[in-house]
Structures are given as C-alpha cells and as structure tokens.
C-alpha cells in the first residue's frame, strides 16, 4: 500500500490563488521530504528539500517566496504556492524514504491547473 | 550531455520481454533506480541496485548493472497491458546523502495486445 500520501490529487483554481499541497508519510517518520515538479511529457525536476524543524534547501532558480515549503513534523510537508498564476500550473510530486539512504517513495502527485 | 539517459519509447506485444535501457555518467552514483510512472499519478518503486551488484532480480523484473559502461537496464518478463507507463531510471551519489536522485527523461512503454 502507499507509504506517502498527497492532497489533494487536483486543483484548479483562479489566478492569484494561493494553493497549499500536502505531503504525509503514513507509517513512518520523514525528516527529510522533497518536492519535485514534472511537465508534461518531462522528467521530475528537484525543486527542493523539506527539513523537519529548519528551513528548507531550495535548487537554484526555485524562488523561495513563491513556492512556501513548511515541515512542521515528522510526518508532514507543505507545499504552497503563492498568488499562483498560468505558469505554474503543474504536476507537483512529493517522496519520502523510510529512513537516511533508502530509497524514497513517492505520493500520487496533486495536479494544479490555474485559469 | 545529461547525467542520465533514457530511450524515449519502447513498443512490444503482450507475452513478449521488454529491455529498457539506460546510461549515466556519474561513476560515484552509488544506487540505480527503476520507477514507474502510470498516467496522471505517481511514482512507484520498482526496484533498485547497488553500484557493487551486477545483477538483481524480483519476480518478472531483473536489473543488469555495468559499472564499466555505466549501463543499467530493466528487463520485464512476459510483459502485460497492465505494464504499459512510463519508466524512470534514477541515480543518487554520495556527495547529496544518498536521498538526492537524478532523473532520467523517462521511456514510455506501450504494450499492445
């Protein structure tokens, strides 16, 4: 079964809305979560890393502001996307490992479209 | 070039076995990865290698590694419908903590009946 669950799987909202996209682990602690974007047709892209209890590692060119990421324990990541506009419309996929080096297991990915 | 390298699209009918191929250029990459990709979801773990392992295989699935030509492939045994997605090969390395990967393109496999 799912070990990292993602909401919600979909949403489309006006621009200038800010969305917040959820990233649980279910069965065990993450202190580290990343969060990845994908579009169509493409690879994930890295866009960061979420630490429990710090702030999160951004990859170059991922504005901080616009992309809010909060890891406020142990078994729970935030993604929020803030005054989102066309441009950001994507397929936000979040992963997790179990534990430091094991290979990271991934939620179903919450697909934003904005108007 | 990218660090990782994927065929982009693979056909095969059903009951057939399917190889897909990929390369990477990092010699230090430590574990390789096969996920799968269904539409609109996800990712799913399918396997995984060590860089010191040859070969691994899990059911229909098996892994060749070759570190001298830093090829990895997935060979899927009597392929089904069912196994039509798109495959990831990932690799991680030990300078981002063994969490970070790196993506291929991705290869989309379609199986036809």
């Known amino acids: 079964g799912a070990v990292v669950s993602q909401h919600p799987s979909r949403v489309i909202c006006k621009s200038g809305t800010s969305v917040k996209i959820e990233c649980r682990s279910l069965d065990f602690q993450a202190t580290t979560m990343f969060w990845y974007r994908q579009f169509p047709k493409q690879s994930l892209m890295l866009m960061a890393t979420?630490?429990?209890?710090?702030?999160?590692?951004?990859e170059q060119g991922v504005e901080k502001d616009k992309f809010l990421i909060n890891h406020a324990s142990l078994t729970l990541s935030t993604l929020t996307v803030t005054s989102a506009h066309p441009e950001d419309s994507s397929f936000y996929i979040c992963?997790?490992?179990?534990?430091?080096?094991?290979?990271?297991?991934f939620g179903d990915g919450t697909r934003l479209s904005i108007l | 070039g990218e660090d990782v390298e994927q065929s982009l699209f693979l056909s095969v009918r059903e009951g057939d076995s399917s190889v897909i191929n990929c390369t990477y250029t990092?010699?230090?990459?430590?574990?390789l990865y096969w996920y799968k990709q269904e539409p609109g979801a996800g990712l799913q773990l399918l396997t995984y290698i060590f860089s010191n392992m040859d070969m691994k295989q899990d059911q229909r699935l098996t892994v060749l590694l070759n570190k001298k030509d830093k090829h990895l492939s997935l060979r899927i045994a009597d392929t089904q419908t069912g196994d039509s997605a798109i495959y990831f090969c990932?690799?991680?390395?030990?300078?981002?903590?063994?969490?970070?990967?790196?993506f291929g393109k991705g290869t989309m496999l379609l199986v036809s009946p």
């Open positions: 990932a690799e991680t390395r030990p300078g981002s903590g063994y969490s970070t990967l790196t």
């Open positions: 979420s630490n429990e209890g710090s702030k999160a590692t951004y």
């Open positions: 990092d010699s230090s990459s430590t574990y």
């Open positions: 992963s997790a490992p179990r534990q430091h080096g094991q290979p990271q297991h």
